[in-house]
């Protein structure tokens, strides 16, 4: 520097500080585009590949609840309204699922992902075989009655139900391990990109600002002005896009883990309870099909404790209050039918099973699921409303920096221009 | 500028595609048919009874409305039509289910019973009736109401008759023996089927209406289950049945001829623009309807059935009016009409359901 003449250095500060600001330019374009790329790969892929996979455990669940009700009903003609329930549900879910499995295969993203979706579409196709065995040697039965299965029927439903259990549910679960797996790697990535991102533009921000302040210094002792307003307008605009582009990537960041925090790891939560709890139901139906077998109740009362008290069902403190108070109503209806079947009264206990009225089972179960669904839903439509949010917060912000240091990069020469004029 | 707007235009773009792409995930367990925007609570228990072919929808109206509505309790005995209005004519249940209007002999004890005031119908409940068949190689089957009556006289033994090739040119129809199915018990389905066949099929048809129908030949069944069991187990089988039965079975359903000679397939819409072309023959809040099964309207299916609830529109007790009148608000509103529609019935015409629904909120 000690070499240069005055208009050298004219040069040579102008020229440094163009440079910082196509750096600073480039530097948070690329990272507010990635933050982009990576907000879309979060809200387009990993959140709802998890969705899908979890409602896809739920769908299975709930189908072989509505195979165990058909099963215990089939052909009667005094639970025809049930029937038609059974059936149509049984219809949505089987479609439900058709629809997970495609769009699970074709978002997956390895060959692991890839392996379990089709493992679970052979072993749907075994399911299906297995059910609709059961259902068609009952609808073959001349005068058919609920509860009494021929023992060709109650054979194949423990092949269906063991398939569910063993087969079908297992590799629902890999596949929802493996999408909400991916979904906490995708908020990982977006916040290490942050951490980065924040600590690059403060630092080149920084630089920038400091190579603008000591020109300005520079020039006030050289030409004995005390400020160029070009130079101090630069100054300023490079201070306010640093504090703004950091504030915009640690709001945003935080806005979207408060978003999968609040509202959609609750929505995860409650969608496995769900599953979870069709589950428990449709073992009061699998212990009045089976002639009453033990594990049955056994399974209920796992499933149940786990709703009640929180555990590896989904729900890891329980159900709240409103929720649970229904689900115990449900529970209380489970026992009463399970005693009703002990006794051997039978078509009571279906009676207790498909009531609608308060204190049977079909109302009560509805009543639960009416409160469960209500949050679950609740809880998505919080997500997308905080995700929409907090990834407005990105508008524009690859074009911004390029459009404000753009300026910068103008202002700086237009500053020096009368200066280097004067040796010119 | 332009470049702002033109991200800001994709960011917007892609929040919604965010958005739909979590809603359109199948993005959770399907929650249960929405009900408490439309539902008025009350509290207090009804009591109702009657027809069977409405039993399936009262009792998802009762559900939803039980669950919505706390303080609510609501009960609907399936008795049949007949032992409906008899109980209810007796002073027994705040209202009926029917799947006929009252004969005009018993209107005066139902009207005694609302003390003087009259006992109306609301029609609430349309189902819509289909013929199931199952025949190898045979799909979009069209049938007129004369091959109909044809087929179930025993006219038409065989799937190759000349009348149903005549309703099918072009199809080739298989030497198949037709076997047909029929209900064994009472039942406001075969009312309707023997009333549409009694009002379109000209000669073809002798056995005039009723709710029973005593074929000389073919499968007589218990129940709508029981005909679609036979028709899914029977091949060159034919049978009428409701149609949730059809659409939970997978069976195929003819094509129906209607007074405008177009051949219409069943479906929401279809029924609804039949039942839309009924006259009211009632007076005042009274709705019951003359149902046209010869109506030309087009884009009519022709083979309904309308059931009504029977209610006094003066003189319903004190302790269950408003809990009535929440509840059949609930049932007649969009929202309760559409509840049902997956269950394989078809919503009231928008004209007679604003109708319903005024009425029930005059109810004293």
Known sequence: ?424 | MRGGKAMANRSVALAAAVVAALAGCGAGPAAPAPVADSIRCAAGTLTGQGSSAQANAVNIWIRNYQAACPEAAIEYASVGSGAGLRAFISGAGDFAGTDAALPAADQPGADARCGGGPAIHLPMVVGPIVLAYNVAGVSGLRLSPATIARIFTGAASTWDDAAIAADNPGVVLPPTRISTVHRSDSSGTTNSFTSFLAATAGGAWTSGSGSTWRAKGGQARQGNGGVAAAVRRTEGAIGYLEWSYAQVNNLNTAVVRNGDGEFVEVGNQAAGTAVGTATVTGAGGDLRLDVDYTTAEPGAYPLVLVTYEVVCARGTRAGALDLLKGFLAYTSSEAGQRAVARLGYAPLPERIRARVAGTVDTLG
């Not at chain 1, 630069?234 to 896009?241: N, R, V």
């Not at chain 1, 959609?264 to 449709?282: G, N």
């Not at chain 1, 690859?398 to 040796?423: I, Q």
């Open chain 1, 1 to 424: 520097m000690g070499v240069l003449n005055t208009p050298s250095r004219l040069r040579w500060w102008t020229f440094s500080i163009v440079v910082a600001a196509a750096a600073l330019t480039a530097a948070t374009s690329l990272l507010m585009s990635h933050t982009q790329d990576q907000v879309r790969t979060i809200g387009a892929e990993a959140a709802p590949q998890a969705a899908t996979a979890s409602d896809l455990y739920f769908a299975l669940a709930d189908l072989d609840a509505q195979v165990a009700r058909l099963v215990l009903i089939a052909g009667a003609e005094e639970h025809s309204g049930s029937q038609i329930d059974a059936l149509s549900t049984y219809r949505e879910r089987s479609r439900q699922i058709d629809a997970d499995l495609e769009r699970a295969l074709s978002t997956a993203t390895t060959d692991a992902d890839r392996a379990i979706v089709r493992d679970l579409l052979g072993d749907l196709a075994v399911y299906r075989q297995w059910a609709w065995q059961a259902l068609a040697v009952e609808w073959e039965q001349p005068e058919p009655r609920a509860g009494q299965l021929p023992p060709a029927a109650r054979g194949y439903y423990a092949q269906a139900t063991n398939v569910l259990h063993f087969d079908l549910l297992p590799g629902a679960k890999r596949l929802r391990d493996a999408s909400q797996a991916r979904l906490d790697r995708a908020y990982d990535e977006q916040r290490a990109t942050e951490r980065v991102g924040i600590a690059l533009i403060v630092l080149l921000g920084g630089l920038l600002v400091a190579l603008l302040v000591l020109f300005q210094r520079w020039l006030s002792g050289r030409f004995r002005r005390r400020l160029n307003p070009a130079l101090l307008t630069a100054t300023l605009i490079t201070a306010g896009l640093v504090i703004w582009a950091s504030a915009v990537l640690a709001v945003e960041g935080q806005r979207l883990r408060a978003a999968h925090r609040d509202s959609f790891a609750p929505y995860l939560e409650l969608s496995h309870a769900q599953a979870v709890s069709y589950d428990a139901a449709a073992d009061t139906s699998r212990y009045l099909l089976s002639g009453n077998l033990p594990q049955y109740r056994e399974d209920f009362t796992r499933k149940s404790e786990c709703l009640v008290g929180g555990g590896a069902c989904g729900v890891t403190t329980g159900l709240d209050a409103r929720v649970r108070e229904r689900w115990l109503g449900y529970r209380r209806d489970h026992e009463r039918i399970l005693t009703l079947a002990d006794d051997g009264r039978t078509a009571a206990a279906i009676d207790a099973l498909t009531g609608i009225r308060r204190g049977e089972a079909a109302f009560d179960f509805y009543y639960y699921d009416v409160a469960i669904s209500g949050d679950a839903t609740g809880h998505k439509q919080a997500f997308e409303a905080s995700f929409a949010d907090a990834e407005g917060l990105l508008a524009g912000w690859s074009v911004l920096p390029v459009a404000v240091l753009g300026a910068v990069m103008l202002l700086v020469p237009a500053g020096v221009w009368r200066r280097m004029a004067e040796y010119r």
